[in-house]
């Protein structure tokens, strides 16, 4: 007998994924040239060479039985270590192996963050906008997702709200910093807040509420600034990174849950996630992949690119009279539609073969999301299709 809850899903297909594949099926009939595609996240530069010379120099010079053999069941030792050094170097927190759990890229270390610290029941907090999949891993734990109400037009978390939404069954907490969709940052102002309110209501129900950030796009950051730490905020933090963004390895699905030291559990949270391991299917990323990446812990793919797209397009939408907040990092802009229907906006756009994202599914209505990772020279080629949607809305 089929599962239903997994049929029922068929039904919620994701419309970043379709208008994706609307992009492919444009792109046949006039040429991939010609189609503005902003739907997908998918990194445009490539790996850094000091990855692929990693990659050769294991395939060339290691014991093939060896380097692909299983690892331990919480990861490559080496992987492990070097990772907590890099971020004892990097934050000045004291990481050490133990700290490290290594994942299939930030996805899968959200899953095992959720579920060391959650039972099912529990309440998880989040702030929109947010990345949809938060839904359905949330679920999968048994856990509930609340939402907090969003703080436009600079979505930084709405704190008053957050504060009287969390009750005596939130255990967890649920962040991403720099914000997909919206490029935000989170300032040092708003993490410091967001700490004292979660010590405050931690003493009050009598448990400690985790911290889960969710921060792919770490190292993608603008103007020179550094990304605010979270975890150098409030000690019960569980950091998920992934290599995907950083390094351009998304289809390679290596990520990690580092758990800060002097966090609630620091000395079994890796331990217990071995195990979640174990009744989830996931048993370690590939074991090349981890050896290839300990060796790049100090370098990124050349990121610049993105501040370069940024910046043409956050200049041409504000001239178009759009409201839009400045991303801070990642590679998304999310400005505001310009009518109330975000889905029927798209469907506008579609005219003029640039495709967006509404921002229904991120939590918010009323603006559209644009994944820049695409080449500079297509988004100048996009420009005058941005200038043709906005004069169809002042006629």
Do not use: W
Not at 192 to 201: F, N, P, S, V
Not at 213 to 234: L, N, Q, T, W
Not at 277 to 299: E, K, L, M, W
């Amino acid at each position: 007998m089929l599962n239903e809850t997994y049929r029922a899903m068929l039904g919620n297909k994701s419309v970043i994924r379709e208008t994706f594949m609307y992009g492919k099926q444009r792109a046949a009939e006039i040429g991939y040239e010609n189609v503005f595609d902003y739907s997908l996240g998918n990194p445009s530069v490539p790996c850094p060479q000091e990855f692929t010379a990693a990659m050769q120099d294991l395939l060339a010079n290691e014991e093939p039985v060896n380097l692909h053999g299983y690892c331990p069941s919480q990861g490559d030792p080496g992987f492990r270590t070097d990772v907590a050094a890099h971020l004892t170097k990097t934050f000045g927190l004291p990481y050490e192996q133990k700290h490290i759990f290594p994942t299939t890229g930030a996805a899968g270390a959200i899953a095992h963050a959720i579920r060391a610290v959650t039972q099912p029941g529990d309440e998880v907090l989040t702030f929109a906008p947010y990345f949809p999949e938060y839904g359905p891993y949330v679920a999968g734990t048994g856990a509930v997702l609340k939402v907090v109400p969003p703080q436009a037009p600079t979505f930084q978390p709405n704190l008053d709200a957050f504060e009287q939404m969390i009750g005596e069954k939130t255990t967890c907490v649920l962040i991403n910093t720099p914000n997909n969709p919206t490029g935000v940052v989170y300032s040092a102002g708003t993490l410091t807040r967001m700490a004292e309110i979660l010590t405050e209501k931690s003493k009050a129900f009598g448990h400690n509420i985790f911290l889960v950030s969710d921060e792919p796009y770490r190292d993608i950051a603008f103007d020179g600034k550094k990304v605010p730490y979270p975890a150098a905020f409030y000690p019960h933090t569980l950091t998920c990174f992934s290599y995907s963004k950083s390094l351009s390895l998304p289809g390679e699905r290596l990520g990690y849950v580092a758990v800060r030291p002097g966090c609630e559990g620091e000395d079994v949270l890796v331990d217990m996630m071995a195990q979640i391991s174990r009744f989830t299917g996931h048993n370690c990323p590939p074991s090349i992949i981890q050896r290839a990446v300990s060796r790049c812990q100090d370098v990124t793919s050349d990121l610049s690119v993105y501040e370069t797209n940024m910046n043409l397009l956050y200049d041409k939408l504000t001239t178009l009279g759009f409201e839009v907040e400045r991303p801070g990092g990642t590679f998304y802009i999310f400005p505001k539609a310009l009518e109330e229907d975000a889905n029927a906006f798209c469907m506008k756009a579609r005219e003029f073969d640039l495709l967006l994202v509404p921002s229904d599914s991120f939590g918010v209505k009323g603006y559209v999301r644009l994944a820049y990772c695409i080449d500079t020279e297509k988004v100048k080629r996009s420009l005058p299709a941005l200038e043709k949607l906005a004069a169809a809305y002042r006629k």
